[in-house]
């Protein structure tokens, strides 16, 4: 009997299966290396990468990102992140994402917990918000930015990124203080969609090396 019923039941499994697999259960990735390039600071030029990419379907997915600067060619960082998330789909262009962050580089390894939001605001600005836990310093990141399309190829990206800490210790920013926090205006040439060189300027406020700071920078954006 339990067996005419489980295969009763086998074929509404199935439906079901296909029925997800249709309407976003089908697996998918995206790359994206959104800023690759080169600054000076302090008189001395340093490449920043700012990367992240996922696998999975419409509404599960598993998210790689990583970031950081320094004298890439010749092999000195500065510092490093790399999260691993795994994120649901909370609305229509919105998930929700949680894992664990590692930094590395010249100061000392550190890990946090992580949970995030991320997906399209109202008019299509792209936002990326995580609250950052740790032992010795937690803080909050919001990362915005926007595409203007001034042409078929030509786009125009205003990008703001704050960073609000929240408690910690050390050299790390205390509780309420704005550190690492920036806006920036990039121009780039999509040459094809998936390469696009641009040029662009940043303002820093508040840097926990430099203060205040205004550069010129120049990189490449790649997605496939």
Known sequence: MKYALLLGLLPLSLAAAEHEHDHGGQWNQFWMLERFEQQRRDGQP?????????LGTDYRK???KSE???????????????????????APFWDWQAGLRHD???????????????GL?????EVDAALFVAPEASHLRLDADYDLRLSQRWILQPRLQLNLGIGSTG??????????????????????REF????????????????DDTRVVAGVRLWY
């Open 171 to 192: 050299q790390s920013a205390g509780a309420g203080d704005l550190f690492d926090s920036s806006i920036a205006l990039r121009l780039r040439y999509e040459i094809v």
């Open 68 to 90: 950081g600067h320094g004298q890439v060619a010749d092999g000195a960082v500065d510092t490093a992140e790399v999260q691993v998330l795994f994120s649901r789909a909370l």
């Open 104 to 118: 590395a580089g010249e100061g000392p390894s550190r890990d946090y917990a992580v949970l995030g939001l991320q």
């Open 196 to 211: 696009a060189p641009y040029l662009g300027v940043e303002r820093e406020i508040g840097g926990r090396r430099t203060g």
């Open 121 to 125: 605001a109202p008019y299509w600005f």
């Open 46 to 54: 340093f490449e920043l990468w700012d990367a992240q990419g996922w």
């Open 62 to 64: 598993l998210w790689l």
